[in-house]
């Protein structure tokens, strides 16, 4: 799709069209001039500009791709803020009440809306493949555990398939980063989704004929790892090559909320899938699954996305990556909180089996409701990222510090189904936190560097899951699984209120009370600090 060159055609003269003819009330405006400048502010934007079609590329980025994503301030586009010399239009809208273009000048270049994103052609196609793919993925989970199970009727050994699943993750994470940021996007998610599927169809293969044994699944389960130490960060950074700064956050929100519904699903068919015909077919379904996701990736237009041009192979650019966060509040301090929620917070699978065995004595159809309960809390905490902007860092902290004190609570629920309900509360705010934390770190990183950043996110948040599951589970065993979802919560919730006080005082900032805040104001909120210096790029993010 054509786009006007920078500097050149640009949409800012309709805006300032529009802005003189709604000044009506200045006796200097010709009303006939008016007139025709608000008709012209009216009509459809021009044919090659972004918004004259379905989709909706950032002009700014395909402009000037060498911009795209440099700022880490959180601050406006350019392309969609309006100039400060365009004077502010009366209350309640235009004359005639019309309300007032956008200030690109494009009708589908307007943020906002739960499915923003879903406008993007390239995106919709990742979308929809996704759809099918985590729920072969959640099949495929399912079928692995019970195959386990059935094979050696350990538990342990169950517990062993996830470790080798995710202890490529914890070792190998950076390097996953790094490979990220070296290839094309877009040709690396096909090599390893299609490596994925290869995978799952040997698995499949293997039980089908009665073959396999748990040390095929402990290679098969470690041979995933390995693929998904490349994948989640590659995955991770495509997002904003698909769409762009503007609706990044609400992408991100809605991969959550697709994930969660394919949580919901792919349990389900597993189980009964299981049932009718055995855990190889589920395997082989999950493996056809891949197919729609690498379709999607093909089907896509690549003059439509904003590629990331490949780093070259050098020495030392992990720890350039790792230098880089750490000279950065904005990416550090988020970071380490994600590595304490990731780590202690959510540790369910050991807490959600102790609670329903150990202290409610309910059979398995509750413990499943249980693990519902938190999906539909997920997906709502999903969707409701989605509607939201670009997040702030007060958000982020306020979402984990949320998540901690609710399990807190949640350790002393009194019946079990008080404490189905405050799993969905934290459902809701877990996947705040993660969706934040997530468009946060994008959204803050420049281009080049955020396949590093994203492998160092995935490092924290997923990899600590072989050093906190095994503490977790021997404080659930010795001492129940109330004090253990309660030394989680804690965790949480001091963490979240730590690295709040950091963020606050690196960026003279404070927490006001006001008990009678009057007609629009807050009785919570965040004020520079009495003397503070100017405001600085990490007080906006916060």
Not at 140 to 157: E, F, K, M, N, Y
Not at 347 to 358: I, M, Q, R
């Amino acid at each position: 799709m054509a786009v006007a060159p920078r500097g050149e055609n640009t949409v800012t003269p309709p805006v300032a069209a529009s802005a003189a003819a709604i000044r009506t009330d200045d006796p200097t405006t010709d009303p006939a001039t008016a007139g025709a400048a608000a008709a012209d502010a009216q009509a459809p934007a021009p044919t090659g500009l972004p918004g004259s079609g379905d989709d909706d590329p950032d002009e700014r980025t395909a402009a000037d791709p060498a911009a795209q994503g440099r700022t880490r301030s959180f601050r406006p586009s350019p392309a969609t803020t309006v100039p400060a010399t365009i004077p502010r239009p009366p209350a309640g809208g235009t004359p005639g009440n019309r309300p007032l273009p956008s200030p690109t000048g494009a009708r589908f270049t307007r943020p906002g809306g739960m499915f923003s994103s879903l406008r993007v052609r390239n995106y919709r196609y990742y979308f929809a493949g996704q759809v099918v793919s985590n729920t072969g993925t959640w099949m495929q989970r399912i079928a692995q555990d019970w195959l386990v199970l059935s094979l050696t009727g350990s538990p342990l050994a169950v517990g062993i398939t996830t470790a080798m699943q995710f202890l490529p993750m914890l070792l190998l994470g950076l390097f996953g980063g790094v490979l990220a940021d070296r290839m094309p996007k877009r040709r690396l998610l096909i090599y390893t989704q299609g490596a994925m599927g290869l995978l799952a169809a040997g698995l499949a293969v293997l039980t089908v004929g009665g073959a396999v044994t748990p040390y095929y699944v402990y290679a098969f389960a470690l041979l995933l790892g390995l693929v998904t130490v490349v994948d989640n960060p590659t995955r991770q950074a495509f997002v904003s090559e698909m769409v762009g700064p503007k609706d990044l956050a609400n992408a991100v929100s809605l991969n959550a909320a697709n994930f969660q519904t394919a949580r919901l699903v792919g349990p389900a068919v597993a189980g009964l899938l299981i049932a009718a015909v055995g855990s190889g077919w589920a395997f082989a379904v999950n493996a056809l699954s891949f197919a729609a996701v690498i379709g999607g990736l093909l089907a896509m237009r690549e003059s439509e996305l904003r590629p990331t041009e490949p780093i070259a192979r050098e020495k030392g650019q992990l720890r350039e990556g790792l230098r880089y966060v750490k000279e950065r509040p904005e990416l550090l301090w988020p970071m380490v909180l994600a590595g304490f929620i990731g780590t202690f917070g959510f540790n369910f699978p050991t807490l959600l089996s102790g609670f329903a065995y150990d202290t409610f004595k309910v059979g398995a159809g509750q413990y499943g409701l249980l693990n519902t309960a938190m999906a539909v809390g997920s997906l709502a905490g999903a969707l409701l990222a989605a509607r939201r902007g670009a997040p702030r860092l007060r958000r982020l902290v306020g979402a984990a510090l949320a998540f901690g004190a609710l399990e807190v609570v949640a350790a002393f629920a009194p019946d079990y189904w008080t404490f189905a309900l405050l799993l969905m509360l934290i459902g809701v705010f877990g996947l705040s936190f993660n969706t934040s934390v997530n468009s946060m770190l994008q959204l803050a990183t420049d281009p080049e560097m955020r396949g590093r950043v994203m492998g160092l996110l995935v490092l924290v948040f997923t990899g600590g899951t072989p050093i906190g599951a095994p503490i977790v589970g021997w404080v659930t065993a010795s001492y129940g699984p109330r004090l253990g979802l309660l030394a989680c919560g804690l965790v949480s919730a001091l963490a979240a209120a730590a690295v709040g006080l950091v963020l606050a005082r690196s960026a003279d900032l404070r927490v006001r009370f006001d008990l009678h805040p009057g007609r629009g104001g807050r009785v919570v909120a965040v004020v520079p600090r009495a003397g503070a210096a100017r405001t600085s790029e990490l007080a906006t993010a916060c």
